[in-house]
């Protein structure tokens, strides 16, 4: 079976992958035991990629063709590409002609390979002339990489994965670890198993997975890092457990800054911060007698209004204690995306210029504007994220160009994002999947490759450059994502230069990446030593990899010179700022977004899956069980989220993760997946809440803190249909059911189940009164429950249905006021079993399980199916060593290891 080594397209980890293909199609996947990033292992996400590539997963959820829309509320039409692309060329073209380079907004992705990145800049900056190209890792790591820039000198992750091991102690800030960077996590773990003497701190608001096997857990109140870090160097300075010898050779701005820090005293952070002041202490003593710090942060930190800041306020600590530039020591943000990194490097970013150079630098302009063979590249700064789609409601900018990304779901404070979105001209989606909540906006839908289908180059978090594969052809008429470029940029300079040299000659992406190679010449990121030759050769490498070097430097400013001008690195002062936002009787509790463990973004790849909902089953509102008990709230009660920008319904959880007055819900959860029409309509998924307010410097929006109330929704009919569909058709029929989330207060619809040939789904709804019997049938049908067995009482509000085949229960529908679906517990562990009794028998109201039945809660390990209930029964009879004994009887934990954490966490204290 051919083979083809590529690269896990989810997080920042950067994990290689082995494609095993048969027959133009992908049919399995591992990880690739010889790269250095994960060297074989791979997470639940990345260990199921070849599911979601499979065929039927394809003819159902991915953009085959091109599509056009011709007038505003028409239907999208499939058209040829040679029309799709003279059409988009020919409306960008004229919107410039009439309106100038900055009516045209390009919105781009992390996903996107380092080529797609390269030519999408080019385009913008070099042909079109406006630097209005921004991309989603504007969401993700322009506070990191804003921070490293103002202290370093330059945007250089100072770490790598081998620091891991060798540190002694890992500080955890603002990254939930074990969810969003699995594999990194377990070389912690490992580390640590080697090492007991190494210590963990985590900061975090949530008492989340990653806590739970670390030394200290510092709770502090939300967005009160940049306090606590001024505490921590106060402490370090008052102890003298500063590096003065190194503060004195190789930094600058230290008087500042300990003239800030003095008045943050223990008794003002731990005031600010609401921790004790003995955690506060016990902190600082570990940071400053620990041999080797490694600081592992990510969105808690760069999320926010003070994201640069709190970067910035971290990377101080290493540079007062001296610990960066030495193994196991340094300042590690985790890139979210796969490719982060390679957008910050050819510059694809409203602020930036290819290979590290500043779009306000006249020289470094100057010097891009050569190397394109072009006139000047713009000077005006383009617009972030956030801002280019307020230009867009505001009209100046009018076409909208998105790529790879989901902005109608993924970007805070959604209601400005539809007003933009309806508000442009023209938007224009070229993605992989036709299923997106942007997709659905689209007036012209260009189909572009994905994973397994492309060849390019990533980045991951330790500037490690590795190779994309493709395995098989993408599936009906997509392309990949810069040809899709090149051959709009090729008919937009025949109409806006016509008679020059192609800015665009490209036959291949290896000759896109020799030229991003040439740009980095002489600059801190130069890979002029490297070529895809060697990559095939010698496999992934890290830069800076200069013309004449034998390897990558793993671990940049050994020698302690900065990219500085004075080779120094700078300490920033910046005060203790909190949130945006603040909490107040109207709105008192503080909500962040965060991950979940199974899933990716937005889910337009992740939600194919059933097995990956198994562990998070459903959106849900995280509340401290006292919050709860305050507010009268029971858990599975359904509640009004609503803030300052819009509103959402949704069960309320019970979780101790989370403080009283603090709340969370999962990022993914996008109108793809649940509505809740609230005090307003249409709702938009979690970032209807999420506020768009920016950090200063990074422009990064703060989608970690919002101020929510709760309110119980009045909505006591229940509605919940599941059972199992054709495999070849559940996602379709999920969309279908999608179409009928409007006739319910709140509604949800997501698939389920282990098996992959029959997939199961489940839609649930809650209204305020019985919503009309037609809408029930609808939904009905697509669970073939049409004919199936039926127990009505119209009069107290009752319906019910089952379906049978083959004497095996596969569907059941359950209406009426919320003691009615109490049922649905034992009734779904009869799913895909003999039916045990009479149809009408299990439905009548009052029924009783027909033997005692435990559910099995969620599952915990995705790899072998492996639910709570089952845990807990093995872990009853366990002796002594109950994890080992746990993976002897249900393998849990011996595939992936993603669920170690919480199997640890399950453990007998
Ligand atoms: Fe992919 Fe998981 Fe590795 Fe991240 S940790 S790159 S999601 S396999």
Redesign the pocket.
């Known amino acids: 079976m051919p083979e083809v080594r590529s ?9 290689g ?1 082995i494609i095993e293909a048969r027959g133009g199609e992908i049919v399995g996947v591992r ?1 690739d035991p010889q790269h250095p ?2 060297r074989g ?7 199921t ?1 070849h599911l979601t590539a499979r065929p039927l997963v394809a003819q159902q959820v991915r953009a085959l063709a091109p599509e056009l829309r011709t007038a505003r509320g028409a239907r999208r039409q499939p058209i040829d590409w040679d029309t799709a692309l003279d059409h988009v060329a020919e409306r960008i073209a004229t919107c410039v002609q009439k309106h100038g380079p900055d009516a045209i907004g390009l919105y781009v992705s992390g996903q996107l390979l380092t080529e797609d990145y390269y030519v999408f800049n080019k385009l913008a900056k070099g042909l079109l002339g406006t630097n209005n190209i921004d991309t989603n890792s504007r969401l993700c790591m322009s506070s990191a990489a804003t921070a490293y820039k103002q202290t370093l000198g330059a945007d250089i992750v100072p770490t790598c994965y081998e620091d891991i091991d060798c540190a002694d102690l890992f500080f955890f800030a603002g990254s939930n670890a074990a969810y969003a ?4 996590f377990r070389r912690v773990e490992e580390a640590r198993r080697r090492n007991p003497a190494a210590k963990t701190i985590v900061v975090d608001p949530r008492r989340t997975v990653t806590v739970s096997g670390a030394d200290l857990h510092l709770q502090i109140v939300p967005g009160t890092d940049v306090a606590l870090f001024h505490g921590l160097l106060h402490l370090l300075l008052w102890e003298g457990w500063v590096d003065r010898r190194f503060i004195e050779a190789h930094t600058e701005g230290f008087a500042e800054l300990k003239a800030l820090v003095r008045e943050f005293t223990p008794a003002l952070v731990t005031q600010l911060c609401g921790i004790r002041t003995e955690d506060l202490v016990l902190a600082a003593q570990w940071w400053g007698q620990a041999r080797a710090v490694l600081s592992l942060y990510c969105q808690g930190l760069n999320q926010s209004t003070s994201g640069t800041a709190k970067n910035a306020a971290l990377i101080n600590l290493h540079l007062a204690t001296g610990q960066i530039g030495r193994p196991g020591a340094g300042p590690f943000s985790l890139t979210g995306q ?1 490719n982060a990194m390679g957008g910050r490097e050819v510059g694809a970013m409203a602020n930036l210029l290819s290979a590290h150079r500043d779009l306000a630098n006249a020289e470094h302009r100057a010097e891009v504007a050569r190397l394109w063979g072009v006139e000047r590249v713009p000077e005006a700064p383009g617009k972030t994220a956030v801002e280019m789609f307020e230009a867009a409601r505001r009209g100046e900018i009018k076409i909208l160009w998105i790529a790879c990304t989901n902005p109608a779901q993924s970007m805070p404070n959604q209601r400005l994002v539809r007003e933009a979105l309806a508000a442009a001209e023209l938007v224009i989606v070229q993605d992989a999947y036709r299923t997106t909540a942007t997709a659905a906006l689209a007036d012209v839908l260009l189909p572009a490759a994905s994973w397994g289908e492309k060849d390019g180059t990533v980045t ?1 978090s330790e500037r490690r450059i590795s190779r994309v594969r493709r395995a098989v052809e993408p599936p009906g008429q997509a392309r990949e994502d810069w040809r899709i470029v090149v051959d709009i940029a090729r008919r937009l300079q025949r109409r806006l230069r016509p008679g020059r040299p192609s800015l665009f000659p490209y036959a291949s992406a290896e000759e896109i990446w020799l030229e991003h190679r040439d740009t980095t010449r002489g600059r801190d990121l130069d890979i002029t030593g490297l070529s895809w030759e060697m990559l095939e050769r010698d496999g992934p490498q890290q830069w800076p990899f200069p013309d004449g070097a034998s390897s990558g430097r793993s671990r940049p400013f050994e020698d302690h010179v900065f990219a500085t001008v004075s080779g120094k690195a700078r300490f920033v002062a910046v005060p203790y700022r909190p949130p945006a936002e603040p909490i107040d009787a109207r709105f008192p509790l503080r909500l962040a977004t965060g991950r979940l463990r199974d899933q ?1 973004h937005g889910g337009s790849r992740t939600g194919t899956l059933g097995r990956l909902f198994g562990h998070a089953p459903e959106p849900c509102i995280e509340l401290h069980p006292a919050e709860l008990a305050r507010r009268q709230l029971r858990p599975g009660d359904l509640v009004h989220v609503t803030s300052r920008r819009g509103s959402l319904v949704l069960p309320a959880a019970a979780s101790d993760a989370v403080r009283m007055g603090e709340a969370f819900i999962a990022m993914h959860w996008g109108a793809e997946f649940v509505a809740g029409c609230g005090d307003e309509r249409p709702t938009f998924g979690v970032n209807a809440l999420t506020i768009d307010a920016l950090d200063p410097d990074s422009r990064q929006p703060e989608l970690k803190h919002a101020a929510v109330r709760v309110q119980k929704a009045e909505l006591p009919w229940r509605y919940v249909v599941f059972g199992q569909v054709p495999a070849s058709r559940q996602l379709e029929l999920q969309l279908a059911l999608r179409a009928h989330f409007g006739a319910f207060g709140y509604a949800c619809c997501v698939p389920f189940g282990h098996d992959d040939a029959r997939a199961g789904l489940v839609f649930r709804g809650a209204a305020a009164a019985p919503v009309q019997v037609c809408v029930l049938q609808a939904i009905e049908q697509v669970f073939g429950l049409e004919d199936a067995a039926a127990l009505d009482d119209a009069r107290r509000g009752l319906r019910s249905r089952l379906r049978a085949e083959g004497g095996h229960v596969v569907a059941i529908a359950l209406a009426g006021p919320v003691e009615a679906l109490a049922a649905e517990v034992w009734l779904r562990e009869l799913l895909g079993r003999p039916l045990p009794l009479p149809a009408h028998r299990l439905l009548r109201p009052g029924a009783q399980p027909p033997a005692p039945t435990v559910p099995r809660g969620r599952i915990v390990c995705n790899c072998f199916d492996v639910a709570e209930a089952e845990i807990r029964r093995v872990l009853a009879t366990a002796n002594g060593n109950a994890l080992a004994h746990l993976q002897a009887e249900l393998k849990c934990g011996t595939n ?1 290891g ?1 669920c170690l954490p919480e199997l640890r966490r399950m453990l007998p204290a």
């Open positions: 690269t896990c397209p989810y997080c920042g980890v950067g994990c992958v990880g990033a994960n292992l791979l997470c639940t996400k990345g260990s990629l960077h699995p594999v990194l796969p991951n990716w992936c993603a």
